[in-house]
């Protein structure tokens, strides 16, 4: 089993739909939400999510294909 | 011995040992030094920092080493430009340039927290330091890295310009070209982090390294006689440069050296990569990523920034706007402050000049207000951002006749001679 932590930008169109819930019951991951913060047009939550390697690069790619923009805790500058 | 206390999760406050840690195991928030104010503001006054070396190091208490500097001895304490002929032609009468194309050693700001950071890597005992780069932060890291005696590893987008590779290359670091966007590098270096535990500056020391972007804050209020500026211009790409020049300021408040802080922060952005500018525009604390940035500006050109969010609320908090500049813009503005001031500035200060124009233009920042635009870096590294937009030499013959006729041909030559 490994652990990913990520934040997770969802578009406005995706706000109002249950994604995690569908993406970790899909591809068998548990979801532990540290932070979040959603307005009317647009939200942001930071979590980890547990499962094996496959599982995980699976449901991060399913992430992607619906919009949601998946970026690793950590890294600044340029 | 410094006054750092050890870390803090700037979401929850949650405190932290001074570690090479950089989340909050709780809340998962961003991590930032924490010091003993009382007890710095004992030792600190301007009379010791003016009497310090001319450097960052000048103002070594409030950063937060243990020791003396390893590396970058030289770095910072930039000149601050009086800059007359580019404020005649924006409009402003009292308008500075904080010139950070000269700074040593790799001609960019990004030399004053990579200081900070290698020095901080070596207490640490790390034996390799790296980054993620999209150039300047990679050309400090080498040659820091090359000067303290460390191995390092520098990971860059494969679509970077020359000279910046070059830049980079002559330290001899291990350069690695990802095929991605920075925001990939970024991804793949927190894993490499994870599995080799490097010290990679802006990563695991970031909470470290970001504190040495406060001297630039430090420095402009210095250099204008203990003064806090009416507005100050920053570019952004990850956001944490204007976070710190407004964390310095507020620092050297609370120390009482300064007697106000009327600072409008004012964030600038490409248009090809703006996603702070934008959601400074449309109101939103959510930073909507840009999935593909498209901008001559590459040393901004971050689609989704860590520290987006914090550098949204400075400008807000402190009544500042934002702008974004159009590529054409950038050269434009690129070649006006070299044309007004002899300051050749890479993309990013083309972006801020272009944008403090804009807010001019607006009426955000008023004639007679003083004004700082933050330069940060050369323009001898992205020298093909212009190369285009500039007038061929004139081809003579060795005589005066054919002098004569060059001049007569191009009258604003004349006008000049």
Redesign the interface.
């Known amino acids: 089993m490994a652990t990913l ?1 990520v934040t997770l ?1 969802f ?1 406005v169109d995706l706000v109002r739909q249950p994604v995690v819930y569908t993406v970790a019951k899909t591809y068998r991951l548990v979801p532990n939400i ?2 979040a ?3 009317e ?4 939550t ?3 999510l547990t499962g094996t390697e496959e599982d995980l690069k699976q449901g991060i790619e399913h992430l992607t294909r619906l919009g949601v ?1 998946v ?8 | 011995m410094g006054y750092a206390k050890g870390l803090k999760c700037r979401e929850c406050g949650r405190p932290y040992p001074a570690n090479p840690i950089h989340v909050c195991e709780f809340c998962f928030g961003p991590l930032e030094v924490d010091y003993d104010y009382l007890a710095m503001s004992r030792q600190v006054s301007r009379q010791r920092i003016e009497s310090g070396p001319p450097s960052i190091w000048r103002y070594r208490d409030l950063l937060p080493i243990e020791g003396e500097a390893a590396v970058g001895r030289h770095c910072g304490y930039t000149p601050l430009v009086r800059a007359r002929n580019l404020g005649k032609a924006l409009g402003l009468t009292h308008l500075y340039v904080k010139n950070d194309t000269v700074s040593h050693p790799t001609l960019s700001f990004k030399d004053r927290v990579v200081a900070v950071a290698v020095t901080k890597a070596l207490e640490f005992g790390f034996p390799v330091v790296a980054c993620a780069s999209t150039g300047n932060l990679a050309n400090s890291v080498a040659a820091h890295a090359a000067e303290g005696g460390l191995t390092s590893f520098v990971f860059i987008p494969s679509d970077l310009e020359q000279g910046k590779v070059l830049g980079t290359s002559i330290y001899a670091p291990n350069v690695v070209a990802v095929d991605g966007t920075y925001d990939e590098v970024n991804r793949l270096c927190s894993e490499i982090a994870d599995k080799y535990g490097w010290a990679f500056v802006n990563i695991n020391i970031r909470p470290y390294y970001a504190e040495g972007s406060k001297t630039f804050g430090y420095e402009i209020a210095e250099q204008l006689g203990w003064r806090a500026p009416e507005h100050i211009i920053v570019p952004a790409a990850g956001g944490s440069l204007i976070t710190k020049i407004w964390k310095g300021l507020q620092e050297l408040w609370k120390l009482g050296l300064l007697m106000a802080v009327p600072t409008r922060m004012h964030v600038a952005q490409a248009a090809g990569c703006g996603p702070i500018v934008t959601a400074v525009k449309t109101d939103t604390e959510v930073i909507r990523p840009v999935k593909q940035p498209r901008t001559i500006a590459k040393s901004l050109a971050i689609g989704n920034p860590a520290d987006g969010y914090y550098a949204y609320k400075v400008v807000k908090d402190s009544g500042g706007a934002g702008e974004h500049a159009s590529d054409e813009e950038i050269v434009d503005a690129i070649q006006l402050l070299a044309g007004t001031e002899g300051i050749f500035a890479e993309t990013a200060g083309g972006v801020t000049v272009a944008v403090t124009r804009k807010l001019v233009q607006q009426g955000v920042i008023g004639r007679d207000d003083l004004t700082v635009i933050s330069v940060t870096g050369n323009g001898l590294k992205t020298q093909e951002a212009v190369q285009g937009a500039l007038q061929a030499p004139a081809h003579i013959k060795p005589t005066l006749k054919s002098f004569d006729e060059v001049l007569a041909q191009r009258p604003a030559m004349a006008a000049k001679a």
Not at chain 1, 41 to 44: A, L, M, T
Not at chain 1, 71 to 78: D, E, I, Q, R, V
Request: proline share 8%.
């Open positions: 932590r930008t578009p540290r932070r913060r959603v307005t047009s647009q939200g942001e930071t979590l980890d923009k970026k690793p805790l950590g890294g600044a500058g340029a």
